[in-house]
Structures are given as C-alpha cells and as structure tokens.
C-alpha cells in the first residue's frame, strides 16, 4: 500500500535506490544501439543504391527518425517516471492489458533473444579475430561456448550490483566509443581514397525515392534500435524527469553522428562493388585500410562492441519482469530484489532463456517473428503522446517534446511503413508475433488474480 507520503512501496524502493547517473543512463542507450546492424548493413545496401550521398542519407533519415522516438519517449518518461518501457507507458495510457501485451514479449524472448546473437556474433568474429585459440575444438563448438561465456559474465556482474553494473556499462561503453572513432579517423587519415562523391546528384532523388531505399531504410531503424534504452530504468535513474530527456536525446546524436561517420569511411576507402552484397563490411573495410591485418583488428573492434550492447539489455530486460511482477500477484515472485535493488529472479530467468536460446540456436527465428510485435509497442508508444495530450491535458509534463505534434508524427510515418513492409513481406512471421502477444492476455488473466484486499492495494499503488 502507499505510505504516508502517497508513494507505494515499490516506487519508494526505486527512490531509494536511485543510483545511475545521466552518464550511465546516456551510456545504456549508446551502448544498446550499437551493435552489430552498423557493422554489416552497408553491404545490402549499396547492392541496390550505387551513390554514396543516398547511402549516407539512409542513416541521416535513419538518425533523425530515432531522434524523434527519442524525444517523443523523454516526454513519457518525464510525466510517467516508473521502469518498463513501453510495459508502463502503454498500461497508464491505454489499459493494463495493453502494457503487459508489451511487457509479456520484453520478459520472455524481446530481449534474450537479441542477446543471444550478440553472443554468437561474439563468438564468430572473436574466433575471427583470434582464429588460434582453442584452434584444436570446431568452430562452431567455439563460438557456442564463447557466447555463453560472454552472456554469463555479463549476467555475473549485473547480479552483483548497480555500482558495479554501472562502471562496467560505463567502461565498456567508452572504450567502444572511442575505439570506433579511432576506426573512423584512421581511415579517412591512412585509407586509400575511392572515386566516390558524397555530394548529391541528380540521380540521387530517384534513389532516395526507390523501393531499395525504402527496404533499406527499415533495417537501418533496427541498426538504432535501443535508443528507448533507458526508459526502461527509470526507477534507478537519478532525477528522471530531468536526466532522461537529456540522456536519451544525447545517446541517439552520438549514435547519429557514429553511424554517418563510420559509412563515410567504408565508402570512402573501399569499393562499392567490393562491399555490396557482402555481410561483414567492417572486415572488408579494415583490410583495405590497415592491410592484412585490418580484418581480424575490425572483428576485434566487433567484439569489444558487443560487450557493451550485451551489457545493455542484460541490465534493462529483467527490469520489464521486475515491474510486472511487481503489479500481478502471481509473478510477483519476479518482484524480488536484493539489499542493493538487483532484481535477481528476473535475471537468472533472462539468463536462463537465452542459454536455451543459444543451445537450441533457434534466437534468429526468434526475432524474426517478434520484430512486429516490438514495432507496434513502440508505435503505440509515441502515439500515446498525442493521446495524453487530448484525454490528461492536466497532467504534469517536466518536458515537452521539441516541435510537437511533428515530432511524433515524422516517426509514426516512418513506423507505420515499417509495419506494413512487415506485414506484407513477413505476413507469417508478423502473424505469429502478434499470436505471441495475444496469448500474454492469458497469461494477464491468470497472473492478475489475488486476494481482495491485495487486488485493492495493487490498484491503489498504480494510481500513485
């Protein structure tokens, strides 16, 4: 019930506990971003959109769409300061039912299964860039158990606290920061220049208009993905109303700015033909910069980025199970927390699905099927600006999104073509997503019943 103060327990356990900084929130959401998707999408790309300026506008559009997620999220996280993500905003805007729709896909595979292939990613190119070690075991054998070790070192250290989840966050972070723009400013300063214009043509307007650029333009929305990272630690966020907005609006220019610079330098010292159609670009690219040697040190810089991506997720997915526990009776088990507010039950079962994931290899699968379903989470998320801003007008905003109403509806546009390429291209998959999602609501059924008295407690915290 609420105390005297009219905070519910749990929200004064998330006061209380507040310990991450603006550094660490922006750090989270960098981190989640960059991830494996920047690395490899140039080769699809260019295999349909020969100019170099309608390739670089790919991520420019690409970056300011997330940038307008971004805001439109700063808003809801400012009026609705609780942790979940879209599990608490779609709950408080539109119904319960609504927000554990969200929340049931973020608890079970919306987050283990990514990790799980930034895991195996990590295995592959770690054997690629150190092909010597454990030389004598299959390759494959060698990228399972590299993953899992990645995915359960990391889970140690979340488990043992936010201090020490945060400089790990924050260290991993820096250095792959760093290490990219050391990446970028070599090549332009050692790289071989290639025949290539990044100033527009009249050709590029029919390019930026094609279908290719359209197609291209929804994976590159999955390259920034995570830029609504921290809206799922609000709970353990120093002042959110104040660092949020700022955090998530710095993470995605940084990440902006990474990502137009880092396909700069792939196009400006290696062929296109040389690129399009090929997965692992940053190995192409660092051969042709740095020599033979370029593509183990570009599968080296792969790695060190996943390690911050997986650090990422592992932290923020099992904070989606701890709020939804802590409002259905029966997961409240989830709810759990140690002294320092780790929510351990929710990351031993996050860490417990992805090894499963990684045995059984099925994670790719996985995200094909769920990408929908994360999409209308997100849409529904950002329309819920606009719906907040017509039924609860009274309500406290400590930020308002920068040139409403166009901000959220540039991303609306830009997602609900997301929505239909999905549809359309992956109509099972896209299916089978929202089929995911409908059966949570029997699960809701199910977790929702209590006691009389408990169900009135749980009601009367909601409403704090």
């Given at each position: 019930?609420?105390?005297?103060?009219?905070?519910?327990?749990?929200?004064?356990?998330?006061?209380?506990?507040?310990?991450?900084?603006?550094?660490?929130?922006?750090?989270?959401?960098?981190?989640?971003?960059?991830?494996?998707?920047?690395?490899?999408?140039?080769?699809?790309?260019?295999?349909?959109?020969?100019?170099?300026?309608?390739?670089?506008?790919?991520?420019?559009?690409?970056?300011?769409?997330?940038?307008?997620?971004?805001l439109s999220y700063a808003e809801l996280a400012a009026a609705l300061p609780r942790s979940g993500g879209e599990y608490n905003f779609?709950?408080?805007?539109?119904?319960?039912?609504?927000?554990?729709?969200?929340?049931?896909?973020?608890?079970?595979?919306?987050?283990?299964?990514?990790?799980?292939?930034?895991?195996?990613?990590?295995?592959?190119?770690?054997?690629?860039?150190?092909?010597?070690?454990?030389?004598?075991?299959?390759?494959?054998?060698?990228?399972?158990?590299?993953?899992?070790?990645?995915a359960w070192t990391v889970s140690l250290v979340h488990l043992s606290g936010l201090r020490q989840s945060s400089l790990f966050q924050?260290?991993?972070?820096?250095?792959?920061?760093?290490?990219?723009?050391?990446?970028?400013?070599?090549?332009?300063?050692?790289?071989?220049?290639?025949?290539?214009?990044?100033?527009?043509?009249?050709?590029?307007?029919?390019?930026?208009?094609?279908?290719?650029?359209?197609?291209?333009?929804?994976?590159?929305?999955?390259?920034?993905?995570?830029?609504?990272?921290?809206?799922?630690?609000?709970?353990?966020?120093?002042?959110?109303?104040?660092?949020?907005?700022?955090?998530?609006?710095?993470?995605?220019?940084?990440?902006?700015?990474?990502?137009?610079?880092?396909?700069?330098?792939?196009?400006?010292?290696?062929?296109?033909?040389?690129?399009?159609?090929q997965l692992n670009v940053a190995q192409i690219a660092g051969a042709h910069i740095f020599g033979e040697a370029g593509g183990r040190?570009?599968?080296?810089?792969?790695?060190?980025?996943?390690?911050?991506?997986?650090?990422?997720?592992?932290?923020?997915?099992?904070?989606?199970?701890?709020?939804?526990?802590?409002?259905?009776?029966?997961?409240?088990?989830?709810?759990?927390?140690?002294?320092?507010?780790?929510?351990?039950?929710?990351?031993?079962?996050?860490?417990?699905?992805?090894?499963?994931?990684?045995?059984?290899?099925?994670?790719?699968?996985?995200?094909?099927?769920?990408?929908?379903?994360?999409?209308?989470?997100?849409?529904?998320?950002?329309?819920?600006?606009?719906?907040?801003?017509?039924?609860?007008?009274?309500?406290?905003?400590?930020?308002?999104?920068?040139?409403?109403?166009?901000?959220?509806?540039?991303?609306?546009?830009?997602?609900?073509?997301?929505?239909?390429?999905?549809?359309?291209?992956?109509?099972?998959?896209?299916?089978?997503?929202?089929?995911?999602?409908?059966?949570?609501?029997?699960?809701?059924?199910?977790?929702?019943?209590?006691?009389?008295?408990?169900?009135?407690?749980?009601?009367?915290?909601?409403?704090?």
């Amino acid at each position: 019930m609420p105390d005297q103060t009219g905070t519910a327990p749990g929200d004064q356990r998330s006061i209380d506990l507040a310990k991450v900084s603006a550094v660490t929130a922006t750090a989270i959401a960098v981190a989640d971003m960059i991830g494996i998707g920047v690395f490899t999408s140039l080769g699809f790309q260019a295999r349909g959109i020969p100019s170099a300026f309608s390739l670089i506008m790919l991520w420019v559009v690409g970056g300011i769409t997330a940038l307008c997620g971004a805001l439109s999220y700063a808003e809801l996280a400012a009026a609705l300061p609780r942790s979940g993500g879209e599990y608490n905003f779609l709950s408080r805007i539109y119904h319960p039912a609504v927000g554990f729709l969200a929340g049931w896909i973020s608890a079970t595979v919306g987050f283990a299964a990514p990790i799980a292939v930034a895991a195996m990613a990590f295995g592959t190119y770690f054997v690629g860039a150190f092909p010597d070690l454990l030389a004598g075991l299959p390759a494959a054998t060698r990228e399972l158990a590299l993953g899992l070790a990645l995915a359960w070192t990391v889970s140690l250290v979340h488990l043992s606290g936010l201090r020490q989840s945060s400089l790990f966050q924050n260290v991993s972070t820096a250095i792959k920061v760093v290490l990219i723009a050391g990446f970028i400013g070599a090549g332009f300063a050692f790289g071989t220049p290639q025949p290539i214009s990044f100033a527009p043509s009249a050709q590029d307007l029919g390019y930026i208009l094609s279908a290719p650029f359209a197609i291209s333009l929804v994976f590159v929305m999955y390259s920034y993905s995570g830029w609504n990272a921290a809206t799922y630690i609000i709970g353990e966020v120093r002042d959110p109303e104040r660092t949020l907005p700022r955090s998530l609006l710095t993470a995605t220019l940084v990440v902006l700015t990474l990502y137009v610079a880092l396909n700069a330098v792939f196009l400006y010292t290696t062929p296109i033909a040389k690129m399009a159609g090929q997965l692992n670009v940053a190995q192409i690219a660092g051969a042709h910069i740095f020599g033979e040697a370029g593509g183990r040190l570009a599968a080296a810089l792969i790695c060190i980025g996943l390690v911050s991506a997986v650090s990422a997720m592992v932290w923020i997915g099992p904070r989606v199970t701890m709020v939804i526990g802590e409002d259905l009776p029966g997961l409240r088990f989830f709810a759990r927390t140690t002294r320092a507010g780790v929510p351990t039950p929710a990351i031993l079962f996050q860490l417990a699905v992805i090894t499963v994931l990684l045995f059984t290899q099925s994670f790719e699968a996985v995200i094909d099927y769920i990408q929908f379903s994360l999409t209308v989470c997100t849409f529904l998320a950002v329309l819920g600006v606009i719906v907040l801003r017509w039924t609860q007008p009274e309500l406290k905003r400590p930020y308002r999104v920068w040139a409403y109403p166009l901000t959220p509806v540039v991303f609306l546009l830009v997602t609900g073509f997301m929505m239909y390429y999905l549809i359309t291209h992956r109509p099972l998959q896209s299916l089978a997503g929202v089929l995911t999602m409908l059966a949570g609501l029997v699960v809701f059924a199910v977790s929702r019943r209590a006691a009389p008295g408990q169900a009135a407690a749980l009601s009367s915290a909601r409403k704090t």
